[in-house]
């Protein structure tokens, strides 16, 4: 399991997620349950949000894909001085995926990344990424990929040259042209209290990607499939800040240090 630090802040609160922490230890509860499967048909090799990492780890085997979890220690500190602690989950990837960059040049890779939620959701799949290059003269044409696509989950909400996405509401109707990916962040963080009213019109992402770039092994077409659930990673986000909150805010029996 890697482990890692990330930051946040909050209406009096500074936040960071580091390595090592003095902060008192806060044990994150599940409060939002994942729906399991999902009801969007989205699937990246019949995985999908809602999966425990171990579902997907077993879910990716097929394709002899190992995966490797990521954590870090989420620290919330206020400005009076009181914080607190959590580890939990953060994301996983492909054992050896460091960067995008590291796999530019090759014509052979096959990786998978993405998210999980916070332990306030059960610390699940949030989004999947899957990457595969090839050759440009042995990659499958896009649009055949479109047409494959558009058979499984019906015609896209918006597509060009190399890229087709299918957008859906938090009840499953399908969307137009709009911005979904830029409305949360898929990594948690911590959310204000006056930042929670957070209605989006989005519930799940689906995109496909497929391009040809020049690198110094020579051209490379890289297809991508992702998969986003927005509607999980909201319930997830606003469940987690409320117990941080809470946490802040306990009242704590005097010590009995020796002064």
Known sequence: MRNRGFSVVAAGVIGLLALATSASAF??????EAAVPPAYPFRILDAYPGMTFAEMQTAMAVKELELAEASGTLTLRSTSGASISAEIPVSYA????????????????????????????????????????????????FGALLAQLTELYGTPSSADGSTAI???????????????????????????????????????????????????????????????????????AIAASEQLDAGMTATHEASDMDL
């Open 166 to 236: 299918w957008r859906l509401d938090p009840e499953g109707n399908k969307l137009g042209d709009v911005s979904c990916s830029s409305q949360v962040s898929h990594a948690f963080r911590y959310l204000q209290p006056d930042n929670r009213d957070m209605n989006s019109v989005c519930g799940a992402e689906y995109v496909m990607t497929h391009w040809t770039s020049q690198t110094g092994n020579g051209a490379v077409t890289k297809i991508t499939f992702t998969l986003i659930d927005h509607a999980l990673l909201r319930r997830d």
């Open 94 to 141: 492909t054992v050896g995926f460091e960067t995008p960059m590291h796999h530019q040049g090759s014509t052979d890779a096959h990786y998978v990344l993405g998210d999980l939620t916070t332990p306030a959701s059960g610390s699940v799949v949030a989004t999947i990424t899957r990457t595969m290059h090839f050759p440009p003269a042995e990659a499958t044409p």
């Open 27 to 32: 044990d994150m509860k599940q409060t939002v």
